[in-house]
T-cell receptor, first 112, second 114 residues
Framework: QKEVEQDPGPLSVPEGAIVSLNCTYS??????FMWYRQYSRKGPELLMY????GNKEDGRFTAQVDKSSKYISLFIRDSQPSDSATYLC????????????FGDGTTLTVKP | ETGVTQSPTHLIKTRGQQVTLRCSSQ?????VSWYQQALGQGPQFIFQ???????GRGNFPPRFSGLQFPNYSSELNVNALELDDSALYLC?????????????FGPGTRLTVT
């Protein structure tokens, strides 16, 4: 079993919808939780990161961490066709984000 | 501020050959991590370099090796290539003194082993 499990999708929503992307994990030592967006044939782009449990908001994006349930989410409000991409969750033990463990990604398509 | 760059963009090699991939870290970043991303999967951590020393390795065999130079750029070397080494190789830079949750990826090198 993988340390980080991510809903595989694919996910298809109409423009303007609220999107929920989720990951579960098994390693209780994870402290930093990141979300990346990856367009086809490109490197991942860091969207947000959070430390420990709680919510963090950045524009249309909200990241949520529930360490008691080992569950993290990314919500996208007012989704746009430009949000169509693969979303990767990632986690790290300690403060070194450079040693992250990734989920396999959820592919999102936002239809105009 | 320059971002992370990688070269080459694409590479085709034959099984058994050796390959060297290169990465220049983002300005101000002193730590470089390498990841392998197979098709349809998330990136897998290979190893990290900090101050020219290996600072942690994932579950990859010794034929995967690396270097970091004084200017923080880095190389990934893979010997005795196997078909399963075909993947997107990603370099990411971060700063041990900066924001702890941040690392920034380059565009990757797509390696095909035939």
């Amino acid at each position: 079993q993988k340390e980080v499990e991510q809903d595989p999708g694919p996910l298809s929503v109409p423009e303007g919808a609220i999107v929920s992307l989720n990951c579960t994990y098994s390693n209780s030592a994870f402290q930093y939780f990141m979300w990346y967006r990856q367009y086809s044939r490109k490197g991942p782009e860091l969207l947000m990161y959070t430390y420990s449990s709680g919510n963090k908001e950045d524009g249309r994006f909200t990241a949520q961490v529930d360490k008691s349930s080992k569950y993290i989410s990314l919500f996208i409000r007012d989704s746009q066709p430009s949000d169509s991409a693969t979303y990767l969750c990632a986690m790290s033990v300690g403060t070194n984000a450079g040693k992250s463990t990734f989920g396999d990604g959820t592919t999102l398509t936002v239809k105009p | 501020e320059t971002g992370v760059t990688q070269s080459p963009t694409h590479l085709i090699k034959t099984r058994g050959q050796q390959v060297t991939l290169r990465c220049s870290s983002q300005s101000g970043h002193n730590t470089v991590s390498w990841y392998q991303q197979a098709l349809g999967q998330g990136p897998q951590f290979i190893f990290q370099y900090y101050r020219e020393e290996e600072n942690g390795r994932g579950n990859f065999p010794p034929r995967f090796s690396g270097l970091q130079f004084p200017n923080y750029s880095s190389e990934l070397n893979v010997n005795a290539l196997e078909l399963d080494d075909s993947a997107l190789y990603l370099c990411a830079s971060s700063s041990r003194q900066g924001r702890r949750g941040e690392q920034y990826f380059g565009p990757g090198t797509r390696l095909t082993v035939t």
